[in-house]
Every structure is written in C-alpha cells, then in structure tokens.
C-alpha cells in the first residue's frame, strides 16, 4: 500500500469487523489503536509482488489482536484487582506471617482457607491452582471470587473486625 491514510479509511470498518469477531467487549478505543498499528505495519510490510493486500491486512490485523488478548489474559491471571483496600491485609502480611488469625473456621471452610493461603501467602498462580485441582482457570477464578465475597461481606456485616490480626 502506498498511503497509509487511504489504507486506514479503506480498512477501518475491517478493523471494527475484526473487534465484534474476536468478541472484544471492552477498551474499544485500545483494540482500534492495536488494529491501526498492525496495518500500518502491514503496509509497511507488503509485497505487492506476493499477493493481494486485503488478507494480508486482516491477518495482520486479526494476529495483532490475538496477540493484545493473550497478553492481557497473562496480566489478568497473574493480578488479580479487588473493588476496595479491604484486602490489604492480604498483601501486607503476606509470606511473613500468613493469614490472619481471625480468618478461621468459623467464616471460611479449610479448603477456602487452604486456597486463600496458596494464593496470597505460597504466591501460587491461578493457572497452577487450576491444573492441580482439576478445574478450568475460568472455574478457579470463580471460586477465588466467592471466597473473597464471603470473607468481605463477613468483614462487611461485622462478623469479622480487619484490625484483630
């Protein structure tokens, strides 16, 4: 291609095509800059002599894409981003001393324990944790998830005070 501009009006509504395929549904505007770039690098890259440039394009742009997915999933498994401070404690007692005491039997089942403690004291992945308990990582997420709701809304109805560790 010899104008990127022309190429970028030409081939923007196939970037947005690409978006809705690979079912993207949030950061719009960070995928479309992904798309942009791949196609300015794939009309840096043509060769004319090669073939046509409109699946050279999409495969370009669609392989960016993929690429962009895999990263964030690598970032997402590997951090996991609470609403609010309320698990701080977590990170800031981690290794040295392990859970807090007052996280007990009495709120949480040992083998939610026994998750919590692998997670943010041994500083075992989700993926890891998925493959050894023989669940999928979307399942291992899941019941991250409900253990965190259960000790929050415990913290939350004042079953639990934060401070008593």
Known sequence: MKNFDEALVQYSPMISAIIRKL????DYDAFRQVGRIALWQACQRFDESKG???PFAFRSIQGAMLDELKKESRFSSRFAVTE???FEWISDDRIEEGLPD???ARIISETEYALLDDLFVKGKSLNDLAVSSGLSLAGMKKRRERVLKKVKANMASGTIKQNSH
Do not use: S
């Not at 079912?23 to 949030?26: D, F, K």
């Open 23 to 26: 079912h993207i549904y949030r």
């Open 52 to 54: 046509n440039f409109t």
């Open 84 to 86: 609010n401070e309320a």
């Open 102 to 104: 007052w996280l007990d």
